[in-house]
């Protein structure tokens, strides 16, 4: 069984990517930045961006078949290691119960200079 989840995105026929894919029990969300409408959302907010982020791969989990309680891995990139602190904040308050294997790593920009964070989750289903 393969899934894929869009993001809307124009630039998903392009560049050959889904928001996610679910082959089997296995859910994989693409790199989500904060994007709302077009445009960035929360501007210079780590946190904002950070939880917006992971609310729409929690959306396309879901739209796939999963649950939250099903995610294994989340990855954190910021643009400045520094405020991982404030992304911390925000993936504890969507992640204090399932407690997944988590990574925070810097990176040196975005595809836009005003995402300071993007999101990467996998998820494992109990059953297919």
Same mark, same amino acid.
């Given at each position: ?62 739209? @796939?078949? +999963?649950?939250?309680?099903?995610? &294994? ?8 290691? %520094? !405020? ?5 904040? @925000?993936? +504890?308050?969507?992640?204090?119960? &399932? ?8 990176? %040196? !920009? ?19």
């Amino acid at each position: 069984m393969r899934k894929l989840v869009s993001s809307g995105s124009h630039l998903e026929e392009p560049i050959g990517f889904s928001r996610a894919c679910r082959v089997g029990n296995v859910i994989s969300v693409s790199g989500t930045a904060p994007i709302k409408n077009g445009e960035t959302a929360c501007i210079g907010d780590v946190y904002g961006q950070t939880k917006y982020c992971l609310e729409l791969s929690i959306q396309a989990i879901q739209e @796939a078949g +999963g649950n939250p309680t099903d995610i &294994i891995r989340t990855r954190i990139m910021l643009t400045a290691i %520094s !405020r991982w602190e404030e992304a911390a904040k @925000a993936h +504890g308050e969507l992640f204090s119960t &399932i407690k997944p294997a988590c990574t925070f790593v810097e990176v %040196s !920009r975005f595809i836009d200079l005003t995402w300071l964070v993007e999101t990467e989750v996998d998820c494992v289903l109990d059953q297919v």
